[in-house]
């Protein structure tokens, strides 16, 4: 295996790696020898960068994040202006997402099943994530009120808990019929009848 100077090259294959065999196999079926051996490194070498497995996953949760608050950015934008059609143009941009990454789902959604409960770290990276995810929609349905666009008889903080809830069921249902019409469907109710004023 060859040595590198950069320091951070054997962290951003760790990561890549991680992120990859995370998504297929799920946390708990990933062993730390299968992410060395993902990445091309030492099994000692993991151990350099992170303390544990569980601080890893941590780890992989926050680029997981960082990636999506990238998306989310890029997506607004290319969006039209009104906010609205830009919360419909966003969602539109990550339902294409899955259907090219054949319906693997959020990576997000898939640790919150698998380790919420056993790792209180994992669960604290999680709520962080998911908070920040709420506060993004929360700021356009804020202006889509504003605007006249969506109901304004609940706070828009509310509103968008309720859009991430039903998104995230969405994706599992999206997992289980390999389909992302669970995904338009909800996305077409949430935004074209239920938020409606």
């Known amino acids: 295996m060859a040595r590198t100077a950069d320091k ?12 990859q065999l995370f998504t297929r196999d799920g946390y708990n079926a ?25 601080a890893f996953a941590a780890a992989i949760i926050r680029h997981y994040t960082d990636w999506v608050n990238d ?7 290319s969006a039209p202006a009104e906010a609205l059609p830009a919360i419909q143009h966003i969602f539109a941009r990550f339902i294409a997402h899955h259907a090219q990454t054949q319906c693997q789902g959020c990576l997000v959604g898939n640790f919150a099943a698998e380790v919420a409960e056993s790792s209180p770290l994992c669960r604290d990276v999680l709520k962080a ?9 929360a ?16 706070d828009a ?27 338009d469907d909800t996305v077409n109710l949430l935004l074209k009848q239920l938020l409606r004023p």
């Open 157 to 183: 903080l509310t509103l968008s808990t309720f859009c991430w809830d039903a998104w995230e069921g969405a994706l599992l249902r999206m997992k289980v019929e390999h389909s992302v019409q669970a995904l």
């Open 129 to 137: 994530s998911m908070a920040d995810w709420r506060a993004r929609l």
């Open 71 to 77: 998306a989310w950015d890029q997506c607004l934008a």
């Open 8 to 19: 951070t090259d054997i962290p951003r294959r760790l990561t890549e790696a991680g992120y």
């Open 139 to 154: 700021t356009l349905l804020r202006r889509a009120q504003d605007e006249g666009a969506v109901r304004r008889d609940i």
């Open 30 to 54: 990933t062993g730390i020898q299968h992410i060395a051996d993902q990445a091309g490194v030492p099994k000692g070498s993991f151990y350099n960068h992170f303390d544990s497995k569980e």
